[in-house]
């Protein structure tokens, strides 16, 4: 069974550029969500979907970052205008959506974005 | 404000012996906490989980400890092996959350010397 897909793998840019990245979830898997890993720190998460509802954005920066989830499965996540310190690894994660300890979350390979 | 804590960043031992990763949280009110792994250029994978009512899960080769009243857990490793090499990372989900939203710890990178 494939994981979660994520695309692309490596990203450079230079600041004021736009970025998108795309993640791919496991199939039947209704919640997706996408974290953001800076350098010798831990995954924080951004925004949560369940199926193609945001319920939980309060981390995500609105005036430079946006997200979408149309049909409920592949998800994008935007940058615009990148600034250097956006530089990091984004990662999609994805779960079931179970309640409670069993909704385990299985995490992407990541993109790592590099602004110049 | 950093509520699951990893306060070594990093830990060289040698094959064959004993990981001891530590982890410190500050919201009593965590009652689940999860290892993940994670090789370069690879997203994180969970390894081993415990519950607040346990003091101990084990499986396999790791065996991880839950102290309540220190909010301490720590995961060990017996016997380290090369494979075991890479950063690992405690979370916690925020208690009374449907939505299972994951507090991580900056993590440890370990290396396993042959």
């Known amino acids: 069974e494939a994981g979660v897909v994520q695309s692309p793998r490596y990203k450079i840019i230079e600041k004021k550029q736009p970025v998108a990245f795309w993640c791919n979830p496991i199939?039947?898997?209704?919640?997706l969500y996408w974290y953001l890993q800076n350098l010798g720190q831990g995954p924080e998460l951004l925004i949560r979907y369940e199926n193609e509802e945001a319920v939980d954005d309060s981390q995500l920066p609105k005036d430079r970052f946006s997200a979408e989830r149309l049909k409920g499965v592949d998800s994008t996540l935007k940058i615009q205008p990148a600034e250097l310190g956006d530089s990091a690894v984004y990662l999609c994660a994805s779960s079931l959506g179970l309640a409670g300890d069993e909704n385990e979350q299985f995490f992407g390979p990541g993109t790592r974005l590099t602004v110049l | 404000d950093q509520q699951v804590k990893q306060n070594s960043p990093s830990l060289s031992v040698q094959e064959g012996r004993i990981s001891i990763l530590n982890c410190d949280y500050t919201n009593s009110m965590f009652d689940y906490f999860l290892w993940y792994k994670k090789y370069p250029a690879e997203g994180p994978t969970f390894l081993i989980s415990i519950s607040s009512i346990k003091d101990k899960n084990e499986d396999g080769r790791f065996t991880v400890f839950l102290n309540k009243s220190a909010k301490h857990l720590s995961l060990h490793i017996v016997p380290s092996q090369p494979g075991d090499s890479a950063v690992y990372f405690c979370?916690?989900?925020?208690?009374?959350?449907?939505?299972?939203?994951?507090?991580f710890g900056a993590g440890t990178t370990v290396t396993v010397r042959a």
């Open positions: 979370a916690a989900p925020f208690p009374f959350s449907n939505d299972y939203k994951l507090s």
């Open positions: 199939s039947g898997h209704n919640t």
